[in-house]
């Protein structure tokens, strides 16, 4: 496990939307540079950069032309790796997203493999035997290439998926994940990683990590013996690299050599019924919102069994937000927001801040662009100050890559880092705290001190330390073992001996009380 991991708080940064230095209207590395010092002041001391090479852009970037090669809009690879620099002197890790499982079809990869000779990439990718021979069960192309075959797809159109192989093979065409074309594949997304980690980069983000081996067992233990085989490669040439899975599923990723796993926002798990329970009927049950018709209990019934079977793996990642899910500001207020960031600050794991939510941006409801669709809402340009574009461009407000959110409220770092009380101030006295109790941090202890069905407030322990935590906007008690003190909180929340109160909306982290 890389050290630098157990104090990670990262810091997900969309790159068309963070910074644009040069007034075309799209957010650039130079931007990011320039705002380093930001985040470092945030408390994040870790970066996730989505993708930021040759594209397209049909996905995003998610469709990757040259896996070795920025994206000019952004600036060049010299840049990037001065990136690395300047965020290392500040004692930022930075981690790149690595597309593993597809590619664009625009990719020289492709580009031979769709040729009707043979040729070293011919299988490359999955293609069946004939023009019109489809692939029962996924998404798959035919009638765009010479060669006479069909090829499958591991996303939208444009992403062609890369062949790991079959493990349940049912036509000759499947390859076995052993076989030298599909090891080849592996060997060719090692010497991309090599590449980056070698002119400095600290890791990866994983896309799609689950979606590797073809028709795989149900613990997708063929996937996992790509990462088993990729992370021995880290542990002996990099053992300071993270590589973090978009898998949400932590027993699978942290077994198979993830240092840590995103616990994204699924209906119904754990996650989902904290933040953003409101795709269920009957209104919205999230436990952060604060008219208190969420239940903690749901939570812990995914969670626990979650944290306890994995913790002597990896990290579990609670993120605020990410590029693909609405932003948080969509159904919790600020105050709401403060004590929802108070409990993923102090959860087990490494945390992630999406750019703009530690100000409270807003999803907007605005038109699809680059394959965005309803993910486009939650990435807007970042809200810096007051002048034109909110400070995050120059350009013409037409020329920007997406509408700023043109709300008179809208919230800029420049008027919260004024206000004590503000989004901006409690998220940077989170990370300060977190930083500064080893107790805090990603692999210490949690234990469940006070958690029952439809009742506040959720407490819970972090070694010797407790938080409390009481979103709802009814008064709650709980009674602790022993006599403790505040050490921060938010709201207002009394210890008379060893009985705690909290008043609505409230949080606090407590250190036991030693007598002197
Ligand atoms: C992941 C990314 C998403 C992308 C997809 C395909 O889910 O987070 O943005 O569209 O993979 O690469
Ligand atoms: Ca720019």
């Known amino acids: 496990m890389p050290k630098w991991l157990n104090d990670a708080v990262f810091y997900e940064i969309y790159p068309q939307s963070f910074n644009d230095t040069n007034s075309d209207g799209i957010g650039d590395f130079n931007g990011i540079i320039e705002k380093l010092d930001y985040i470092k002041d945030l408390g994040c001391n870790a970066l996730w950069i989505n993708p930021c090479y040759d594209s397209p852009f049909k996905d995003a970037g998610y469709d990757v032309r040259d896996y070795k090669k920025v994206a000019d809009r952004y600036g060049t690879n010299e840049d990037l790796y001065r990136l690395f620099d300047e965020a290392h ?238 932003r948080p500001r969509r159904t919790l207020d600020y105050h709401e927001l403060k004590i929802a960031y108070g409990l993923f600050l102090t959860l087990p794991g490494v945390p992630f801040i999406y750019y703009g939510d530690e100000i409270g941006m807003r999803y907007l409801d605005i038109p699809t662009k680059e394959g965005g669709y309803t993910r486009t809402g939650s990435r807007t340009p970042m809200q810096w100050d007051n002048s034109a574009n909110k400070g995050f461009s120059s350009a013409p407000a037409d020329k920007l890559y997406l509408p700023v959110d043109p709300s008179l409220d809208a919230p800029t770092v420049e008027d919260q880092a004024k206000d004590p009380d503000s989004l901006l101030n409690t998220v940077k006295a989170l990370t300060k705290l977190r930083h500064e109790y080893r107790d805090l941090q990603a692999d210490s202890s949690f234990e469940v001190v006070y958690a029952e069905k439809e009742e506040f407030p959720f407490v819970f322990k972090r070694g010797d330390l407790v938080v409390a935590v009481n979103p709802s906007d009814k008064k709650a008690s709980a009674s602790l073992s022993k006599k403790y003190q505040k050490v921060y909180e938010i709201g207002q929340v009394e210890i008379h001996e060893a009985s705690l109160k909290m008043q609505p909306q409230s949080f606090a982290v407590l250190k036991y009380k030693l007598l002197n």
């Open 89 to 326: 002197k500040r004692g930022i890790h930075v981690l790149l997203d690595l597309v593993p499982g597809h590619t664009s079809e625009e990719h020289a990869w492709f580009l031979e493999s769709k040729k009707a000779e043979k040729n070293e990439y011919s299988d490359r990718y999955v293609w069946t035997n004939g023009w019109i021979e489809g692939i029962a069960g996924h998404p798959y192309i035919g009638g765009e290439a010479d060669r006479n075959g069909c090829y499958m797809l591991n996303f939208f159109k444009c992403q062609p998926a890369l062949n790991y192989g079959f493990l349940k093979r049912t036509a000759d065409w499947q390859k076995a994940p052993d076989d030298p074309a599909c090891i080849a594949t592996r060997e060719a997304m090692k010497d991309v990683m090599r590449f980056w980690l070698d002119h400095g980069c600290d890791g990866f983000r994983v896309d799609m990590a689950d979606s590797l081996v073809k028709e795989d067992d149900e613990n997708k233990s063929a996937t996992g013996a790509i990462w088993k085989n990729i992370r021995e490669m880290l542990d002996k040439d990099y053992p300071e690299a993270a590589i973090i899975s978009e898998w949400s599923n932590p027993h699978q990723a942290l077994k198979s050599g993830f240092h840590a796993d995103f616990y994204l926002d699924h209906r119904g798990n754990g996650y989902n019924t904290l933040i953003r329970d409101y795709e269920t009927e009957g209104g919205d049950h999230s436990f952060l919102k604060k008219d208190g018709n969420g239940d903690i209990i749901r939570f812990l019934n995914d969670y626990l069994p979650k944290y306890d079977g994995t913790k002597d793996y990896g990290f579990i990642s609670f993120i605020t937000c990410n590029h693909d899910t609405p």
